[in-house]
């Protein structure tokens, strides 16, 4: 079944230091990838998303290539600010499916 | 727009009470979803509608659990009898189409934070 797996929290960085959150997944068609970020109490929004293979999703710095090759979409941001303290989920919709697959979710803090 | 809209925000209940979570779509999506979020099990659809119709009741728990859409601007999701083993965040989002090969964006509303004691 589809599924994905992100990388396991909390992460603690430093302002202005580089963010790599990881996440892989299954699927058994042609998935739609995404990252959502949820900020304190706050709903999930939308934050970038890639729809086939090789695509780069990208929004607010942060940036996320869909890896085929390596069933990955890894979230990155070059510098990341105390304002991107949130938990940020990575997800999945496999082609003909109707619902969102959901990681557990990483809990990112920024400290100044 | 306001976004979804969900009440109460926050609900704490003693086990056995009936407990009624409600939610208000985005004007003019068609499909609203309810999702429960707890740290063990991360965040699980529970049941989607489609012009009010229910589509996928799958991952709803048990009969407990029950969800309603009476017209394209309201839905909630009922549990009854509450149990301690149902505290959670109950996130409702909405769409406006969903679809092969085509990704419509869901948008969540805040959430109801449910404690049952």
């Known amino acids: 079944g589809d599924s994905v797996t992100q990388m396991e929290g909390p992460v603690t960085l430093s302002e202005e230091a580089f963010l790599t959150i990881n996440c892989t997944y299954t699927?058994?068609?042609?998935?739609?990838l995404f990252w959502y970020v949820q900020y304190p109490g706050e709903g999930l929004q939308l934050l970038l998303k890639?729809?086939?293979?090789?695509d780069k999703g990208s929004n607010k710095g942060f940036e996320a290539t869909y890896r085929k090759e390596t069933t990955s979409f890894h979230l990155e941001k070059g510098s990341v600010q105390v304002s991107d303290s949130a938990v940020y989920f990575c997800a999945l919709s496999d082609s003909g499916a109707n619902n969102l697959f959901f990681g557990t979710g990483t809990r990112l803090t920024v400290i100044p | 727009d306001a976004g979804v809209i969900q009440s109460p925000r926050h609900e704490v209940t003693e086990m056995g009470q009936e407990v009624t979570l409600r939610c208000k779509p985005i004007s003019g999506h068609d499909y609203l979803f309810w999702y429960r979020q707890t740290m063990m099990r991360g965040l699980e659809l529970l049941i989607y509608?489609?012009?009010?119709?229910?589509?996928?009741d799958s991952g709803m728990p048990e009969d407990r659990f029950s969800a309603k859409m009476p017209n394209a601007s309201f839905s909630t999701l009922k549990i009854q009898p509450s149990e301690p083993r149902d505290s959670a965040v109950y996130f409702c989002?909405?769409?406006?189409?969903?679809?092969?090969?085509?990704?419509?964006?869901?948008?969540f509303g805040p959430g109801t934070r449910l404690t049952v004691t």
């Open positions: 890639a729809t086939k293979a090789d």
């Open positions: 989002a909405s769409s406006l189409g969903i679809g092969q090969g085509v990704f419509y964006e869901q948008y």
């Open positions: 699927a058994t068609g042609y998935p739609s």
């Open positions: 509608f489609n012009n009010n119709v229910p589509i996928d």
